[in-house]
């Protein structure tokens, strides 16, 4: 099973953010209040409000005592044999639910538009062959996406996340992954997901108003 579950973020008044608040769990409403920025929080309650959609679908409390804490300071779900994982970039909010580890994330190719930059982070995340195929790619700025996605996908499936050097992380080989192509959902988003076992024949996309 790999369920990917899609939502715009609405951004909201101090009055509507405060209501939206109040439906979720005091862990995620704790870490809403930590953000600076109104836009952040808003993601972060987006995130929220969708995670608490897909579990009540799937006829999982949502409720505290629903959610534990991996090794490496994961959230996790109690309940065995069921995985999730959360990630927000400007107007959108996605998770993922699978029956083995998962990770996922969004980005948005504005972030990888500019020549220089890009040459600076290739060297910095891309594996010895994955920067021989960039550069056969003709320095593809969405090929670039494609590896930042991916490789964040997969920290976030191992719990390491940023602790991770990222060119230590091989995205050509030995991993599975299923990607959401730019133009899916408008301006341009790409979303990779990472699981530990192969999930690609089982995978049901959601977009949700």
Same mark, same amino acid.
């Given at each position: 099973? @790999?369920?990917?579950?899609?939502?715009?973020?609405?951004?909201?008044?101090?009055?509507?953010?405060?209501?939206?608040?109040?439906?979720?769990?005091?862990?995620?409403?704790?870490?809403?209040? =930590?953000?600076?920025?109104?836009?952040? *929080?808003?993601?972060?309650?987006?995130?929220?409000?969708?995670?608490?959609?897909?579990?009540?679908?799937? !006829?999982? %409390?949502?409720?505290?005592?629903?959610?534990?804490?991996?090794?490496?300071?994961?959230?996790? @779900?109690?309940?065995?044999?069921?995985?999730?994982?959360?990630?927000?970039?400007?107007?959108? &909010?996605?998770? &993922? @639910?699978?029956?083995?580890?998962?990770?996922? $994330?969004?980005? !948005? !190719?504005?972030?990888?538009?500019?020549?220089? *930059?890009?040459? *600076?982070?290739?060297?910095?995340?891309?594996?010895?062959?994955?920067?021989?195929?960039?550069?056969?790619? /003709? #320095?593809? %700025?969405?090929?670039?996406?494609?590896?930042? =996605?991916?490789? +964040?996908?997969?920290?976030?499936?191992? /719990?390491? /996340?940023?602790?991770?050097?990222?060119?230590?992380?091989? =995205? @050509?080989?030995?991993?599975?992954?299923?990607?959401? %192509?730019? /133009?899916?959902?408008? $301006?341009?988003?790409?979303?990779?997901?990472?699981? !530990? +076992?192969?999930?690609?024949?089982?995978?049901?996309?959601?977009?949700? #108003?």
């Amino acid at each position: 099973m @790999l369920k990917l579950y899609i939502r715009p973020v609405c951004f909201q008044r101090p009055e509507e953010e405060e209501n939206s608040l109040s439906l979720l769990v005091e862990s995620r409403r704790e870490k809403v209040r =930590t953000i600076k920025g109104k836009e952040n *929080r808003s993601r972060s309650i987006a995130a929220g409000l969708l995670l608490r959609h897909m579990l009540l679908e799937e !006829q999982i %409390p949502y409720a505290e005592e629903s959610f534990g804490l991996e090794g490496h300071g994961k959230p996790r @779900l109690k309940k065995d044999g069921v995985f999730f994982n959360l990630s927000h970039a400007g107007a959108y &909010a996605v998770g &993922a @639910l699978s029956d083995v580890p998962v990770g996922v $994330d969004v980005e !948005q !190719q504005n972030r990888f538009w500019q020549e220089a *930059r890009n040459q *600076r982070l290739a060297k910095r995340i891309l594996t010895e062959a994955e920067w021989n195929w960039w550069k056969d790619a /003709g #320095d593809d %700025p969405q090929e670039l996406l494609r590896f930042w =996605t991916r490789k +964040e996908s997969y920290v976030k499936m191992t /719990g390491e /996340g940023m602790t991770k050097a990222f060119h230590t992380v091989d =995205t @050509l080989h030995g991993k599975y992954y299923k990607e959401i %192509p730019l /133009g899916t959902i408008k $301006d341009r988003y790409l979303i990779s997901v990472c699981t !530990q +076992e192969d999930r690609t024949c089982d995978f049901v996309c959601k977009m949700l #108003d």
